[in-house]
């Protein structure tokens, strides 16, 4: 048993020190900004950002009073909220990544999922601009489509079967002229209305494919639980924002449906993880069986 501990330490310890050098890129590239952030600032900058979580009304009152209001209280709590998943989401999907990277594959993962993703986010993005919402109720979709774009690369490098060059032409052709549209804001109102109601359709597809892999494998393969976790947690604290600063049930029924999707694949690492010991014990077990059939054809 002793053996084993230490064997099974020694290959944590050695996943870590594989992933340090990241790491270590993430967390000098984090103190660079903060760092940048605090020189930048002035005075007047810094009380914009905390009157940007503080409404300007209950930030004199709270000053002048010391009082806060249920309603001022709801709507501190909301930009918090908002303010915290943004800066959350620029590295959600980041140990997906860095679990990619390290272990050299993308096995048990969707790679139509992330395309699907990627819709969805930049159609969020060109709707919400397009009608005006505060960019603390969607700006976590921006950095998100960056990171899942990583993924995609990533996912077309080290997947098994390998991604056809007329697929990767196709995708990077579609969301080329995608981009294009809403950055020249060519998009029709019309549009824009049918696309919140077909970004329901394709969260969905872009969330089933991988909870259908998870169920045939009875695995999460190569999925992150720290990402899918901060996925989960993301689209709950939106439900919450978006009652509070935004009037739009079309946007509220895409967090719910992603809260949902995204629990069901976070309860599938507590479902399927008894599933590695399982195959270890069936991958263990034929290796014995022939060993005692030769022992008993020497003895005789």
């Given at each position: 048993m002793c053996i084993r501990d230490r064997v099974s330490t020694q290959s944590t310890w050695g996943k870590f020190m594989g992933l340090r050098y990241p790491l270590l890129v993430l967390i000098g590239f984090f103190l660079v900004a903060v760092q940048t952030f605090a020189k930048a600032t002035t005075e007047a900058?810094?009380?914009?950002?905390?009157?940007?979580?503080?409404p300007e009304r209950c930030f004199e009152a709270f000053i002048s009073e010391y009082k806060i209001s249920t309603e001022c209280l709801t709507i501190t709590i909301s930009k918090g909220l908002s303010l915290g998943i943004i800066v959350g989401s620029l590295l959600v999907k980041v140990p997906q990544i860095l679990k990619i990277w390290s272990n050299k594959s993308a096995e048990g993962i969707s790679i139509s999922s992330f395309?699907?993703?990627?819709?969805?986010?930049?159609?969020?993005?060109?709707?919400?601009?397009?009608?005006?919402n505060p960019f603390s109720t969607y700006g976590e979709n921006a950095f998100m489509f960056f990171q899942s774009t990583i993924l995609v690369f990533l996912c077309w490098s080290f997947s098994k079967g390998g991604v056809s060059i007329v697929e990767k032409?196709?995708?990077?052709?579609?969301?080329?002229?995608?981009?294009?549209?809403?950055?020249?804001?060519?998009?029709?109102?019309?549009?824009?209305t049918m696309m919140a109601i077909l970004s329901l359709v394709l969260l969905i597809m872009a969330r089933l494919p991988q909870i259908l892999i998870n169920m045939k494998h009875k695995s999460t393969g190569q999925l992150s639980i720290i990402t899918c976790f901060l996925n989960f947690a993301g689209c709950l604290a939106r439900i919450f924002t978006t009652l509070r600063e935004v009037s739009d049930v079309l946007v509220l029924a895409t967090h719910?449906?992603?809260?949902?999707?995204?629990?069901?694949?976070?309860?599938?690492?507590?479902?399927y993880k008894p599933a590695k010991g399982a195959d270890a014990k069936t991958k263990t077990s034929p290796k014995k069986s022939p060993t005692k059939k030769t022992e008993t054809k020497k003895e005789r």
């Open positions: 900058q810094k009380e914009k950002l905390i009157l940007f979580v503080i395309y699907w993703e990627l819709v969805v986010y930049l159609l969020s993005c060109g709707y919400n601009i397009r009608y005006g032409i196709t995708v990077l052709g579609g969301f080329g002229a995608m981009i294009t549209l809403i950055a020249l804001n060519l998009v029709p109102d019309r549009i824009y719910l449906t992603g809260a949902a999707l995204n629990g069901i694949i976070f309860l599938h690492f507590f479902i």
